[in-house]
């Protein structure tokens, strides 16, 4: 069983930048997709980026794209996403997935693992 375990959430303020950093034990997710979504209050959860298990493909959803950028270090079995120029638009509870099928997907429901979410609020 995998477990998925993100950090990095926090409060900035408009404009700056945070760097989410997921950790999975359990088994290696190596050969996985894995992906960050995002549940905004009163709204439903949202796919924002993807990575296949070799990391030379990726996906973003439109409204970050140019300001986030996912990466994996499967020797660490850690997946992490850079977010830059944030808006008050990105605040909101970010996830990380992992799934087994291998390339990039924003199917929330190919992804059997999850994480228990980090809170990334951005004060305007």
């Known amino acids: 069983q995998v477990q998925l375990v993100e950090s990095g959430g926090g409060l900035v303020q408009a404009g700056g930048s945070l760097r989410l950093s997921c950790a999975a034990s359990g088994r290696t997710v190596s050969t996985y997709a894995m992906a960050w979504f995002r549940r905004a209050p009163g709204k439903e959860r949202e796919f924002v980026a993807s990575?296949?298990?070799?990391?030379?493909?990726?996906s973003y959803v439109d409204s970050v794209k140019g300001r986030f950028t996912i990466s994996r270090d499967n020797a660490k079995d850690t997946v992490d996403l850079q977010m830059n120029s944030l808006k008050s638009e990105d605040t909101a509870v970010y996830y990380c997935?992992?799934?087994?099928?291998?390339?990039?997907?924003?199917?929330?429901?190919?992804?059997?693992?999850w994480g228990q979410g980090t809170q990334v609020t951005v004060s305007s």
């Open positions: 990575i296949n298990w070799s990391g030379d493909k990726t």
């Open positions: 997935a992992g799934s087994r099928v291998t390339a990039p997907t924003p199917l929330s429901s190919l992804y059997a693992y």
